[in-house]
Structures are given as C-alpha cells and as structure tokens.
C-alpha cells in the first residue's frame, strides 16, 4: 500500500492530507474487503492469505498515523484486526504452501500496536 510507506516519511498533517486526497471511497472500500481463497491447496491462491497479513500490517500503522477523530481510523484498526482473526488460524491448516512462509506476515502484522 502506497499509503504506508507515505505514512512513514510523512508529518502527520502532511500524511493525512495526502491520504485524504489518494484515496476515493471506493478504493478504501476494496482494501477493506478480504481476499477469497477458493482452494487452499492451490500453492498460488494460498498467498492471498499473505495479503491479508500485509494488508493488516500496513493498516494498523495507517490508523496509528490518522488522527483520532479521522474518518477512516477505526475502519482501518477493526479491518486490521478482522485479516487477522481470519487468518492466523490458517497459518498452521494450509499445508506446505503457506505454513512455511506465512507466519513471517503474520509477525510485521501482529508487531504493530
């Protein structure tokens, strides 16, 4: 997401400012939304579980950077919070295509306050 890495160089006025001009609507509403994983045995389709990780990761530290009365601060602190209830427990029932790479995701994730 382009926006963590904003709100890692950013002020917090300057960040938000640029949030709030990037992002439409609709494309928070994408990001929010959780990836279908239509076959955990499909090696390729298991990485969208990574992208809930990433995704969970980079919206805990957006929502640290928004100001408390932002909008978008507690949308993005419980959809954070959602990717993960939804996939740490896949963490250890995918097989060999996620298990031995997803709990590094899953750590950046959990690591941010």
Known sequence: MAADLMQRILSQPAFVKWFDAYYNEAGIQRICKAPT?????????????GLSFSRAWCMKGIAQKLPAAHRYKNLFKNTA??????SLPKIFSGGYGGEHW???FAVYALAVK
């Open 37 to 49: 994983i239509s076959d955990r045995n499909d090696y390729q389709i298991v990485h969208l579980d």
């Open 102 to 104: 997803l709990a590094s």
């Open 81 to 86: 919070q959602q990717f993960l209830n939804e």
